[in-house]
Each structure stands twice: as C-alpha cells, then as structure tokens.
C-alpha cells in the first residue's frame, strides 16, 4: 500500500531554544530563510506524499498560518511587480493538504502519532520529526519507504552514533539484513553507554503499520508521565517484524543550538546565491578574536 500520509509531531515547547521559543515555534525558527518545519514538508513531498497531518500545540499558530494563504501579503508584492516573492509565497500555500490535530498537553511522542488514529485508519504512514533535518541526494523517508515496499512491514531510520551521546537516543539492537538494512531485535531507549546493545541510534524518520495504534494504546506512560514511541515500538516488535535503515545522507540535529548553527553554515555555503560570499566571509575570520 503506497504511504501517503506523513504525521509531524510539532506540540513540544522548545525549551532548548529558550527565549527565543517562548512566544514563537521552534519549528518555525529560519534555517538560512526557510522555517525549519517547511524542510521537512518538502522532504515528504519529495517522497511523493500527498497529505500531511500537523500534531500541535497552544502557540503553534504559526506554523499553520505559514502553509495557509497571506492575502495582504501577496496583495502586497503583487502591488510592487515582486514576482520572484509572490511565486514562492503562492508555492508554500500550494505545496499539498494539511490538517491539524491539537495534542493538548505534551504527553510523548507515543502520544502525539496515537491522536492521528482516526485520520490515518487502517493506512502505513510516515512520521517525520522537525528536529532532525537531513540534506541527502535521495530524500531520507523516500529511502525508508523503499524498504518498506520491499518488506512490507515498519521501518525506522537509524544512524551511527558515538558511544559517548548514545544515552541521547533510542538504540536498537540489530540482525543486518542487507547491507544498511537491520531486523530489529530489540530497542531501548535511552541506555547508558555501556548498556546500549548497538552503536546505532533512531533517528526521526519512521514508516510505521497501523498496529502501532494498538501498541500505543497499550503502552504505559513512562515516569514522566509521556508515552514514548519507543516502547510502543518494542511492544509491536513481539508480533511484527520491524526494520532499521541506515540512511545515506548528513543529519543536522537543530533541535540543539550547536547543531542548529552546524546546519545554518552548511545550508547557507551549499546555496548558489550565498554560498561563494559567504564562504568567503568565513575565510576571512580571525577565530582568536572571538575567544573570550
């Protein structure tokens, strides 16, 4: 069954970006001049899904008046012969359908994708998490969805991570399969460094089977009271098989500010109309002046 649906859980409250998120979303901070969830929407339109399903929260506006038509501000450039502008703000409201689902209180990823499970029925979906933006030739859920249609059965991104930030991260245990292809064994999330079974940690891309709603809705909320999608995960592992990819391409963890700054540089130097100024620009630092 073709994946035509992609879920973005965007309810977290940004706490790592503080105070920039306390009255903005964090998905909507710029990435170079593109918000960082617009990334993500055209990485899963780049795969060929067609409807996008937005999990939000109290002051995420935002996010749904950026994919929504601005008349006064194509009203606006129209008035002023700005054509460039005008296609590429007409482009955004036009990209596909969005709907949107308020999670009420940030409850855990688990939770999040269980408020889709009426608009996803009985469907694999996607799910694509903002924080993780990955520039690759072949888009990173295309990849997974390729190896869902050949195994017909959940995939998870996975990538390899040094042992000392593995405690960051959910990590499974794998059975390789072909090569950057593992059944999964088992998962954990969160482990020490020295308890983790694999050196290869879940990244935020997921093709998922409806049963993980069933899974979910079993799933107990761990001690913070959230429901993580990794214990959904292990309980719908004992009656599926699940797979890990490894995908081919660069991630850039912007839910952090040292990978959010690793990201800006990067995307900016790759850009035609910046990147030989811009370069330029760095070469031309002294870095000693800015130690403090």
Do not use: C
Not at 34 to 50: C, M, R, T
Not at 87 to 114: C, M, T
């Amino acid at each position: 069954m073709k994946i035509k649906k992609a879920v973005f859980p965007v309810a977290g409250l940004g706490t790592r970006f503080l105070p920039a998120t306390k009255a903005s979303p964090k998905e909507m901070m710029p990435l170079v001049d593109k918000p960082l969830i617009q990334y993500v929407v055209e990485e899963a339109i780049d795969a060929g899904i067609e409807e996008m399903i937005m999990i939000t929260g109290r002051g995420k506006n935002a996010i749904e008046d950026h994919f929504d038509i601005s008349f006064e501000l194509e009203h606006t450039l129209k008035g002023k012969n700005n054509n460039k502008l005008l296609e590429e703000v007409q482009r955004i409201s036009n990209l596909v359908d969005f709907w949107y689902i308020r999670q009420k209180e940030p409850l855990g990823l688990g939770h999040a994708i269980l408020r889709t499970k009426d608009l996803i029925g009985d469907e694999p979906f996607a799910v694509l998490l903002g924080d993780d933006i990955i520039h690759s030739n072949v888009p990173a859920i295309k990849q997974l969805i390729q190896v869902y249609e050949k195994y017909n059965a959940s995939v998870i991104a996975v990538e390899k991570v040094d042992k000392k930030e593995i405690s960051s991260y959910g990590v499974i245990a794998p059975k390789e399969i072909e090569d950057r292809v593992y059944q999964i064994m088992d998962m954990v999330e969160k482990p020490p460094p020295s308890e983790a079974p694999s050196d290869l940690a879940i990244i935020g891309r997921y093709i998922l089977t409806p049963q993980i709603f069933e899974a979910l809705e079993k799933t107990d909320a761990d001690k913070s009271g959230e429901i993580q999608l990794t214990n959904g995960l292990r309980r719908l592992l004992k009656h599926q098989v699940i797979y890990a990819h490894q995908f081919e391409g660069k991630r850039y963890d912007a839910g952090n500010k040292l990978g959010f700054l690793k990201a800006t540089v990067e995307f900016a130097l790759r850009r035609p109309d910046l990147g030989k100024d811009f370069r330029e620009y760095l070469r031309s630092l002294r870095v000693d002046e800015f130690m403090s």
